[in-house]
C-alpha cells in the first residue's frame, strides 16, 4: 500500500468520527492527522493524532499543511441545513471562506497535495428541481442558505479543478444513517433520533411530516463510497463538482413502519417544524447513475437491512 499522509478537517462530525477510524486502519493511525474546532470525544478519534483547528484560520491551517505535508485532504468541516438557517453568516463563512482556505492552501502547498475530498449534499437542490430521480446534471436553484453554499463549492471545487489541476473529489450525500456519533443540525437527523428514542423510550415524534420522502444511506455504504471514489483512477472521474450518490428513499412513516416490523410496537406522532420547508424544497430520490459508470458505485443497504443493523447497534 502506498504511504499517504492525511489531513482531517471537521473531523468530530457525524461522518468524521467514522472516516478517520476507516482511514487509520488502512493507512496506519500515525497518518492520519484529524482537526477539528472542538474537542474529540470519540474512542476512534483519540486513538491517532489529533490538534484543534479552525479552517477559517488560513495562516493556522497553512502551517498544520506546510509540517504535516498531507498527500491527501478531507474537508468535512461544515455546518449543515438546519444549522445554517438559524445561522446563515456562519454558514457562508465556514462553507465558503472555510473550503475557500483548503482549496488555496492545498493549491499552494509546496508539497503536492495528490487529492482533496471535501462533501457536497442533496441540499443543493431544490423547489425547481425534478422531484423523483433527480439526474446528475439539472436545475438546482437551492432555497436553503446551506443548499447555496454547498451549490458554491462545487463551482469552486470545478473550478480548481480546471484552473489548478487540483484532484478534488465530491459526493452529494443524501441523510446519512448512524449510531456511532449523533449528527448536527440537519434535516435529515430525524431518521437517527428515531432509533435512540424508539429503543429508549419506544416513542418518537418526528419533526419532519409521515410522507416526506427524502433519499437516505446507511453509514458503511456512505464511507465504502467515499473511499472507492478516493480511490478510483483520476481518468474515470468525469465529475468534479460532486456525484449524486444514493442508497435508498424512505418518509418518516415508512421508516417507522419498518421499525415495527423488526422492534414491535412503539408510540409514532409527527410535530413537523421549520425542517419541513428545508425537506420539502429537496428530491425524492436521485439517479446516481453517474456514479455507478464511473467508478462503479452500488450501495449494499436497502431499508430492510439499516433497521436491522441500526436496532441491533444503538446504545440502549
Ligand atoms: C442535512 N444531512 O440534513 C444533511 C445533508 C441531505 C442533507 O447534507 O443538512
Known amino acids: 500500500m502506498k504511504k499517504e499522509t492525511i489531513l482531517v478537517t471537521g ?27 472542538m474537542d474529540p470525544k470519540s474512542p476512534s478519534l483519540q486513538s491517532g493524532p489529533f490538534e484543534k483547528l479552525d479552517v477559517l484560520n488560513k495562516q493556522a491551517l497553512g502551517e498544520v499543511v506546510e509540517r504535516l505535508k498531507p498527500t491527501q485532504m478531507y474537508h468535512l468541516a461544515a455546518i449543515l441545513s438546519a444549522a445554517a438557517e438559524r445561522n446563515p453568516t456562519l454558514a457562508w463563512d465556514v462553507n465558503i471562506a472555510g473550503f475557500m482556505n483548503v482549496l488555496d492552501v492545498a493549491k499552494s502547498a509546496s508539497q503536492k497535495v495528490h487529492k482533496v475530498y471535501a462533501p457536497s449534499s442533496i441540499a443543493v437542490f431544490g423547489p425547481n428541481t425534478p422531484r423523483v430521480g433527480t439526474p446528475q446534471n439539472t436545475i438546482t436553484d437551492p432555497t436553503t442558505v446551506y443548499g447555496i453554499t454547498k451549490l458554491v463549492d462545487e463551482r469552486l471545487a470545478d473550478y480548481y479543478f480546471l484552473n489548478y489541476n487540483l484532484d478534488i473529489r465530491s459526493i452529494r450525500y443524501p441523510g446519512l444513517i448512524s449510531y456511532k456519533t449523533p449528527p448536527g443540525g440537519g ?8 432509533f435512540y428514542k424508539v429503543v429508549k423510550e419506544k416513542a418518537y415524534t418526528s419533526f419532519l411530516g409521515p410522507d416526506t420522502a427524502l433519499p437516505m444511506m446507511y453509514m458503511p455504504d456512505a464511507l465504502r463510497g467515499t473511499l472507492e471514489l478516493m480511490d478510483a483512477e483520476a481518468s474515470k472521474i468525469s465529475v468534479r463538482s460532486a456525484y449524486n450518490l444514493t442508497a435508498m428513499s424512505f418518509t418518516p412513516a415508512q421508516l417507522a413502519e419498518e421499525i415495527k416490523k423488526q422492534f414491535g410496537e412503539f408510540e409514532m406522532n409527527y410535530a413537523p417544524d421549520f425542517r419541513q420547508q428545508i425537506a420539502d424544497s429537496w428530491p425524492d430520490s436521485l439517479d446516481d447513475t453517474q456514479a455507478r459508470e464511473d467508478w462503479g458505485w452500488k450501495p449494499s443497504f436497502g431499508l430492510t437491512e439499516m433497521v436491522e443493523d441500526m436496532l441491533k447497534n444503538t446504545p440502549r
Open 11 to 37: 473531523a468530530c462530525g457525524q461522518l468524521g468520527t467514522e472516516l478517520v477510524g476507516e482511514l487509520r486502519k488502512i493507512y496506519g493511525e500515525g497518518q492520519v492527522l484529524a482537526t477539528d474546532v
Open 187 to 194: 434535516t435529515t437527523d430525524y431518521a437517527v433520533d428515531i
